[in-house]
């Protein structure tokens, strides 16, 4: 029994703990808004308890003195403050409900901040996807996590108040002595009869707030089904909008299975487990708590008429204490439900923390980068092995490359070769298992991480434009240079492109914020990440495969152009397409995470027996010019 109460006492400080934390970080983004919940809360609290007393006030001077001039006192003082504490309700319940949206969208900033700040390595993994999505799951099916602390703060702050007025106001319902003339009813001035009362209204009230603990344990329950049911309509409900969807419904009628999926979605139907609960021990001990808390407002009823019938105070006395009593019993029940609902919000806190507390293990480093005028960065994988966490195949395996300052390195090899892990290895997006990369002979581990990544200038193959205007997307800046950004679109080859859009350099891309946004294709993306590469100009600059959706003479183009605009710059090229790779001083071909071979590309060519001559043989098949006869 002690080790119960133990456990049971450690839940609430548990509870209690991680909804300081949670609060504390909502207050971080909009310090206006629990000042502006904690004086709503105290003005509602205090609301109905106002109204009692100056109801009482009233009804005691027309049962007793009559007096016309105290009379038109009290009910224009009644008046004047219940209805300046109802237009300050209002106003202030407004303003919240304002913060309170505001802070919806705002508390977002808490996982992008995390998501930005989250090494590479973790934000790749799908689990931790899976958490995040989690956490939106849980807050869109019934408020749970972050969003309900506001909730469970005010409800709390509103019921201590109100417990504290009704002790307030009802402290004389007790102590005021029936008179010895009154027989029988004397009974009710004993101060175990008093105490007797209290703690049967109290145990009432707490079994109440038991029943309605036991309501919010069975919602509670549900979540996994709710969540469910609500990713479903999340992804189905909204697919027909989706404008890269739609030729695929049409062309394979996919209608009738996503249909399909709308009729097994039973989470919140008539037949789903939810009703069913709702109808069971859920409704049972909804009604429960409800018909108990009535009840203690007959109790109270009676009790305090037959002190009145007894003498013990007048009529007015009588409205003040069943008021009174009968709000401080429902602050009694709110806040014996706020622990319930303490313990299990605080269950789905601990799933928003671990995501908010995943720890950045990569080593950031202390020294700084040495910012050289002539670009002589030299890198070299030393022995370099990875592989991906949970799988036991190497990415890589005993790789051994040093760049050549200044030069054009290709990297080819068939899809899972290895190319791009090579690449993410290089910029420090994840660290090697086995070996070192060095960078002017000193392991880059040791390098300042953001100094480090500031070499770099990278052109992945899954590259991310953003729906802002043209010249903010290469410049990642809304300030920046338009002469080196329209350069760098020219030298892109986006120059013509650009001679069409309606505002230059400030048009708008795509059209998520604005009608008057350019949908652009695939390819004039591509283009336009280049353009984002070359403006940083950083002394080594990397294109991951950027031209896939160019078609080959145009990729040819890009890349015959590319060589004179990298300049100084070492420059590496990955490419499915070795026609791309032939003006590259030297080709690395990667195989099942090794390099297999390198050299010039006449050289692999001339090797019959090697790897690239079986790549090129098979490509050059569709570039000969019998095949472009037929």
């Known amino acids: 029994m002690e080790e119960k109460a133990v456990e049971k006492k450690t839940a609430i400080s548990h509870a209690l703990s991680v909804h300081r934390r949670a609060a504390k970080l909502l207050h971080k983004i909009n310090p206006r808004y629990f000042p502006v919940l904690t004086l709503h809360a105290l003005v509602a609290a205090l609301t109905p308890y106002l109204a009692v007393f100056f109801s009482a006030q009233i009804l005691k001077e027309l049962a007793l003195m009559r007096r016309p001039e105290i009379l038109w006192k009290w009910v224009a003082a009644g008046v004047l403050c219940t209805g300046a504490f109802a237009v300050l309700k209002a106003l202030l319940y407004q303003r919240s409900e304002t913060l309170t949206d505001d802070l919806y969208g705002r508390k977002e900033i808490l996982f992008a901040q995390k998501m930005f700040s989250m090494d590479y390595a973790d934000m790749d993994k799908q689990e931790n ?30 019921s201590m108040i109100g417990i504290l007025s009704g002790v307030a106001l009802t402290v004389s319902l007790f102590t005021s002595p029936v008179p010895q003339t009154a027989g029988r009813l004397v009974i009710l001035n004993s101060p175990l009869f008093i105490l007797a009362l209290a703690a049967v209204l109290v145990l009432v009230s707490l079994f109440a707030g038991a029943c309605n603990v036991r309501v919010i344990a069975y919602w509670g329950s549900a979540a996994g089904e709710a969540t469910f049911g609500n990713r479903l309509f999340g992804f189905f409900g909204f697919i027909g909008l989706k404008k890269d969807r739609g030729t695929d419904i049409r062309m394979y009628n996919q209608q009738n299975l ?22 069971g021990p859920l409704g049972i001990f909804q009604g429960l708590g409800t018909g108990i808390t009535a009840a203690i407002t007959g109790f109270v009823y009676v009790f305090t008429c037959l002190k009145a019938w007894a003498g013990a105070f007048d009529v007015g006395s009588v409205t003040r204490y069943v008021g009174a009593v009968t709000a401080m019993a429902g602050s009694v029940y709110e806040l014996t439900n706020l622990f319930g609902f303490l313990r299990t919000n605080a269950e789905y806190l601990d799933t928003t923390f671990e995501f908010l507390d995943i720890p950045n293990a990569m080593y950031q480093g202390s020294l700084t980068t040495e910012k050289r005028s002539d670009r002589q960065y030299e890198v070299e994988f030393r022995n370099v092995s990875f592989r991906y966490p949970g799988s036991k195949l190497w990415a890589l395996k005993d790789v051994s490359l040093r760049f050549q300052i200044g030069r054009r390195l290709a990297i080819v090899g068939e899809n899972g070769s290895g190319k791009t892990t090579f690449i993410k290895l290089l910029c420090r997006l994840y660290d090697p298992h086995e070996g070192q990369i060095l960078l002017n002979g000193i392991d880059i581990r040791k390098y300042n991480y953001r100094d480090y990544m500031d070499i770099f200038s990278v052109v992945f193959q899954d590259f991310q434009l953003l729906s802002q205007p043209l010249g903010s997307n290469v410049a990642g800046s809304t300030v920046y240079d338009e002469e080196r950004v329209r350069r760098a679109l ?34 004039e993306a591509q283009k336009i990440a280049i353009a984002r590469a070359l403006y940083k100009d950083a002394p080594f600059i990397i294109l991951d495969e950027p031209t896939a959706a160019l078609d080959p003479i145009a990729e040819a183009e890009i890349y015959s152009k590319f060589d004179g605009i990298a300049g100084d710059k070492t420059a590496i090229y990955i490419s499915h397409r070795l026609s791309s790779c032939k003006f590259c001083d030297e080709i690395a071909v990667f195989h099942e995470g090794r390099i297999i071979q390198r050299g010039t590309h006449d050289e692999l060519v ?20 019998q095949s472009i006869e037929e």
Request: net charge negative; hydrophobic share 30%.
């Open 129 to 158: 996807h899976d958490l995040r999505s989690q956490i939106g799951q849980n807050e869109n099916w019934a408020s749970w996590g972050l969003m309900r602390t506001p909730d469970l703060y005010e409800n709390g702050l509103q």
């Open 258 to 279: 996503i249909n399909a999926y709308w009729d097994k979605n039973m989470a919140f139907g008539a037949g789903g487990s939810i009703a069913k609960k709702a109808r």
């Open 490 to 523: 020219l030298d892109a080859g986006f120059g013509e492109r650009l001679e069409t859009l309606p505002d230059g350099l400030n048009t708008q891309l795509y059209k998520d914020f604005t009608e008057d946004g350019v949908e652009i294709s695939g390819g």
């Open 606 to 625: 001339a090797d019959e027996s090697g790897k690239y001559h079986e790549l090129w043989t098979a490509q050059a098949q569709y570039y000969t010019e």
